[in-house]
């Protein structure tokens, strides 16, 4: 139980971390919601790259800085349930960052790849692009799981792929006006 509130925690944590930061730019954000594939900061920044970039990579900086924190905290005796409770943590941070910034949109690291993209080729073809690159990571990862019979990272992995597609979509039919 008390893994799962730390896990909670920090979800909840990286998602204020793109809410402060989009705020920080003179963006608005006032919703955030966690459900069983994670988190999600609703946020509406200044439609500029540098704006989006910040907002973006703030989320993951959080899990970052929660590295020595974490491992600072495990140096500690603090006995064998509070360790092992730290350990856990330490190691799901870990996860939660390397898999957020997977170059797949609508992860974190796709929306990073989308938003480097606009400063060279524009807003709506960074979205298709990334998209692009999304839909093939995306698509990988499902093969996967699947292969290694993971069926909730599958599930997970799906949807993904199905919000990517999405995505592209809406930046093909915005090229076309």
Same mark, same amino acid.
């Given at each position: 139980?008390c893994?799962? +509130?730390?896990?909670?925690?920090? +979800?909840?944590?990286?998602?204020? %971390? ?20 994670? %988190? $999600?900061?609703?946020i509406?920044a200044?439609?500029?790259?540098g704006?989006?970039?910040?907002? $973006?990579?703030?989320?993951?900086? +959080? ?41 797949v ?16 080729? %524009? ?8 998209c692009? +690159? %999304? ?18 990272l ?5 949807? $993904?792929?199905?919000?990517?597609w ?12």
């Open positions: 139980l893994t799962y +509130v730390g896990l909670f925690l920090i +979800v909840l944590m990286h998602e204020f %971390g793109h809410s402060l930061a989009t705020r920080q730019v003179g963006g608005r954000s006032n919703e955030i919601l966690l459900w069983p594939f994670g %988190g $999600i900061a609703y509406n200044p439609n500029r790259p704006a989006h970039l910040w907002s $973006i990579a703030a989320g993951p900086l +959080v899990n970052v800085a929660l590295f020595p924190v974490l491992w600072i905290l495990n140096q500690f005796d603090l006995g064998p349930f509070a360790n092992t409770v730290l350990w856990d943590l330490f190691f799901i941070n870990l996860m939660l960052l390397v898999f957020n910034l997977l170059p949109y609508p992860l974190d690291g796709g929306q990073i790849l989308r938003t480097l993209l606009w400063y060279w080729v %524009g807003e709506i073809r960074s979205l298709k692009y990334a692009m +690159v %999304g839909l093939l990571g995306s698509g990988a990862l499902l093969l996967a799981m699947a292969a290694f019979r993971q069926w909730w599958v599930i997970l992995a799906g949807f $993904i792929f199905y919000t990517c999405q995505r592209y979509q809406l930046a093909r039919a915005w090229e076309r006006y």
